[in-house]
């Protein structure tokens, strides 16, 4: 489906920065051997990434970024994810961080400033350590077992964070906890350097391997004041349209996978036929459906995001059918991997491929924000009232 996304660039501009996707995308697919093996992000990928100054795309244009809007987020997100899922889904959190903070203005301005300098310039990569342990997912409301406790004029921080994407590799972690003085959740921006700041390799999971979501472990961590930037209790509750490059990521990973089951169907050849196997009527009623299916997904997706782009002032309305993007999307990824799967059998199941690659890593759609179960309850709550 190369081809068939010439369609949603609509300009030079977006030509432009989709070859710079296009450039991270295939560099990221160079090493996914090695990164699905060992669990780690490559940093030959993220130098790539940051020579293109893919970090700071997001960013405004005043503050030294591209002020990518939202369905331009997708488009390049969608693009690295053939390449490599994880390494879009990695770098996505990233990204869409920086736009959540330059659209709603959740820190103040010296704060944010200070962050976006350091991208701008040095191409810094930033992300937030929300999940524990104990509490799992933050979407589901418990409260942070880390804890920052007041010493004079700092803080002292201890916890442990996991599925932290990146966790090597990135400059700053934005660090949840339940701050004692105050009696309520904050975030901290916490230098990857900080004495007691140390990540322990703990990610062996059975897909999205790449995106090396290590435990980021916080012992005795001295912060000042100013490394407070948000507290729940101030922070405004918006639709994230941003969060739709989670499903962006699995449409990505879909595509490959039919792109991959073609070639397959085109070039596979059993001495029980005359012809390959895309000849056969089950393989083309298979090949059809993939086909429906990513038509569907692609409008649902980026007819959404150019709603979010070109009608501000509907997005405070735009919750539900945010999540109702991300529920379908996901989940049509996964029938459309199951389907290339089908298409090339046994030898799907097989390392020489990567078939079975794709299977496992889009399943972890399913477990990224917002669930399934949440939005289903979502939307037949907005439907009952």
């Not at 996901?330 to 020489?352: C, F, Y």
């Amino acid at each position: 489906m190369g081809d068939a996304l010439q369609p949603w660039i609509k300009n030079d501009r977006q030509k432009r920065l989709f070859e710079k996707a296009v450039r991270i995308s295939q560099e990221a697919r160079d090493h996914i051997k090695e990164t699905d093996r060992d669990a780690v992000f490559s940093y030959k990928t993220l130098k790539v990434i940051k020579q293109e100054k893919y970090p700071s795309l997001t960013l405004p244009a005043d503050a030294g970024g591209e002020d990518l809007s939202l369905y331009e987020f997708l488009l390049l997100q969608q693009k690295i994810a053939e390449g490599d899922g994880s390494v879009a889904l990695s770098i996505g959190w990233h990204l869409g961080v920086l736009m959540e903070l330059s659209e709603d203005n959740l820190w103040n301005d010296v704060q944010f400033e200070r962050l976006a300098k350091e991208v701008a310039e040095d191409q810094k990569v930033v992300n937030r350590a929300a999940t524990e342990p104990a509490t799992g997912s933050p979407t589901r409301g418990g409260i942070p077992e880390t804890k920052a406790v007041r010493n004079g004029g700092q803080y002292i921080l201890d916890g442990r964070k996991t599925f932290t994407s990146m966790a090597e590799h990135l400059d700053y972690y934005i660090v949840s906890a339940f701050v004692e003085d105050l009696q309520e959740v904050g975030w901290f921006l916490v230098d990857r350097h900080q004495p007691g700041v140390s990540v322990e390799k703990t990610w062996d999971t059975l897909g999205m391997r790449g995106t090396a979501s290590d435990d980021l472990v916080l012992n005795q961590v001295e912060l000042n004041e100013e490394d407070l930037v948000e507290v729940k209790s101030k922070r405004k509750s918006l639709p994230k349209g941003w969060l739709l490059h989670i499903p962006a990521c699995y449409l990505g990973i879909a595509v490959a996978a039919r792109n991959d089951a073609i070639e397959f169907a085109k070039n596979f050849q059993p001495n029980s036929l005359d012809t390959p196997i895309s000849e056969v009527n089950h393989i083309q009623d298979k090949i059809g459906e993939m086909e429906w299916k990513l038509l569907q997904a692609h409008s649902f997706l980026y007819g959404t995001a150019r709603k979010w782009d070109e009608e501000p002032d509907q997005r405070h309305l735009m919750e539900e059918e945010l999540a109702a993007v991300k529920l379908a999307v996901t989940n049509t990824a996964s029938e459309v991997v199951d389907l290339a799967m089908r298409i090339a059998g046994g030898r799907g199941l097989s390392k020489a491929f990567l078939f079975e690659k794709y299977y496992r890593d889009v399943r972890a759609g399913l477990n990224n924000p917002p669930m399934d179960d949440a939005v289903v309850s979502m939307l037949a709550k907005k439907a009952l009232s």
